[in-house]
């Protein structure tokens, strides 16, 4: 008679390599800075705006969706983004449970904002490079946390145009993850702060975006 331990070693993925997909609540203010436009030419907006996620060790996606069904009542709003994105080890401690990081990173997104009723709408796409600073702690066998800020800088173009002016990003973010709550499924809990200055051609189009998120997700 012989018995069989089938109990199997729970999974150490290695520090700061998960894959986060997530859904998330954005508080967005779009802002003109130009004090002169009529009703009809300014998309300014102070709303609510839902927010996909998938994050990897190489590649983040995005997509921001607004509407009536988010609260917005004179505008939709979508946001389409793209980034790839390599994290330099600068430091790792011995115990291999903190690592400081520099992020280099490469961002294309798509904003637009239409009004309701009209064909009226703000339309940019841009292509940014930027790159900041990454920290990773393990803070105990389940749960890990990281800090990541990045300035970035490039350029904006509207519809029809090569170039439209410049556009200042600086985005950072705090994630808690929580470790094998589904076999090896864990549990993200993350805040995501984002500003955008649009440096357009002219000053119709120059408008601020300010947003704060926070979103939940699952591990892979």
Excluded: C
């Excluded at 390599?17 to 102070?46: C, H, P, Q, R």
């Excluded at 996909?52 to 979508?78: A, D, V």
């Excluded at 790839?84 to 997104?109: A, G, K």
């Excluded at 800088?153 to 029809?160: E, L, N, V």
């Amino acid at each position: 008679m012989f018995s069989v331990d089938d109990s199997s070693p729970v999974r150490q993925q290695q520090l700061g390599t998960a894959t986060v997909l997530s859904i998330g609540w954005e508080m967005g203010e779009f802002e003109n800075k130009n004090n002169n436009l009529v009703d009809i030419e300014d998309y300014s907006f102070d709303d609510n705006i839902l927010r996909l996620r998938l994050e990897t060790p190489g590649l983040n996606m995005s997509l921001g969706l607004g509407g009536s069904f988010t609260g917005m009542s004179n505008n939709s709003y979508l946001n389409i983004l793209g980034r790839l994105h390599n994290n330099i080890n600068v430091y790792m401690s011995d115990e291999r449970n903190f690592m400081f990081q520099i992020p280099i990173q490469i961002t294309t997104d798509l904003k637009r904002v239409q009004r309701n009723n009209t064909e009226s709408e703000f339309q940019l796409s841009s292509f940014i490079v930027g790159s900041g600073v990454r920290t990773v702690a393990r803070l105990s066998e389940r749960f890990d946390f990281s800090l990541k800020a990045t300035p970035n800088y490039g350029f904006s173009f509207s519809q029809g145009n090569l170039f439209g002016g410049g556009l200042f990003r600086f985005d950072g973010s705090t994630q808690l993850l929580i470790k094998n709550i589904i076999g090896d499924r864990g549990l993200a809990l993350s805040y995501h702060f984002d500003f955008r200055r649009y440096d357009v051609d002219g000053n119709r189009n120059d408008y601020d975006y300010t947003s704060h998120s926070i979103s939940i997700g699952i591990t892979f």
